[in-house]
C-alpha cells in the first residue's frame, strides 16, 4: 500500500514497503514532449548524484535510471527523523556534535564538487546518531567555489530561521567540520562575498 509522504510542485514522494519512489510530476503548461525530455533529464541526473554522494557520505543509494520508469527514483527509505523537527530537541552538546558531522559530510560532497543546492536540516534525517543526506533534486556537479559557498551559506541561513536559539554556536561547529575540505579557506572568503551581495539586494 502506498503512502504519500510529502507532494510539492515538483514532485510525489511516496512510501511503499520499506522503500521510497520519488515521482516527477508532469507540467500541464508545458509541451508535453519537452514536460517528458525535462523530467527524464531531471530524474536521470539526480540517481546519479545520489548513487555518487551514497558513495561518500551517509545518503539512500537509488536504484539505476531505468526507461520503464523515466521520471520514478526509487530508493531505501531511512527510517529516521526529520532533523529539522528534532535538532532543538537535543542538549546543545548534542546538536553541536551533529552540526559537525554535517560539516565533515558536505566536505567530503563538496571535496568531489557534489552540490547538494538545498542544504537545510530538513533535508537532512537523523538515524542512529547519523545523519543521512536526502534530496538531491536541486544538486549538481561544479568546482566552483561559489557554488561551493552558496551551499554552506544557504545552511546558515537555515540554522539562523529555523534552529534560531543557536545557530551561531551551530554553524561554528559545521565550520569545524567543513574544514575537513582541502579549499574551505577559499570557500569562507567567498561566503563573505556572498553575504554581502545578499544584503546590497535587501
Excluded at 556537479?141 to 561551493?148: F, G, H, T
Excluded at 554552506?152 to 543557536?166: G, P, T
Excluded at 561547529?173 to 554581502?196: D, I, P, R, S, T
Amino acid at each position: 500500500m502506498k503512502k504519500i509522504l510529502q507532494q510539492g510542485a515538483e514532485a510525489i514522494i511516496y512510501l511503499e514497503g520499506n522503500n521510497i519512489t520519488k515521482d516527477r510530476i508532469k507540467k500541464s503548461y508545458r509541451n508535453s514532449e519537452l514536460d517528458d525530455k525535462i523530467r527524464k533529464s531531471r530524474t536521470r541526473s539526480e540517481i546519479k548524484l545520489l548513487i555518487k554522494a551514497s558513495e561518500i557520505i551517509n545518503s539512500p543509494k537509488p536504484e539505476e535510471y531505468s526507461k520503464n520508469n523515466p521520471s520514478k527514483i526509487n530508493m531505501p527509505f531511512i527510517n529516521g527523523e526529520k532533523l529539522s523537527d528534532y535538532l532543538d530537541n537535543f542538549q546543545l552538546e548534542k546538536q553541536k556534535r551533529i552540526c559537525k558531522k554535517i560539516g565533515e559530510s558536505t566536505a567530503k560532497l563538496h571535496a568531489s564538487d557534489i552540490i547538494h543546492g538545498d542544504l537545510t536540516t530538513s533535508n537532512m534525517i537523523l538515524k542512529n546518531d547519523e545523519i543521512f543526506f536526502i534530496d538531491f533534486g536541486l544538486g549538481f556537479i561544479s568546482k566552483k567555489i561559489e557554488d561551493k559557498a552558496v551551499d554552506i551559506h544557504l545552511l546558515k541561513e537555515a540554522l539562523e530561521a529555523k534552529h534560531f536559539k543557536n545557530w551561531e554556536i551551530l554553524f561554528n561547529e559545521f565550520l569545524k567540520g567543513y574544514q575537513k575540505y582541502a579549499e574551505h579557506k577559499k570557500v569562507f572568503e567567498q561566503m563573505k562575498k556572498v553575504e554581502l551581495r545578499g544584503r546590497y539586494r535587501h
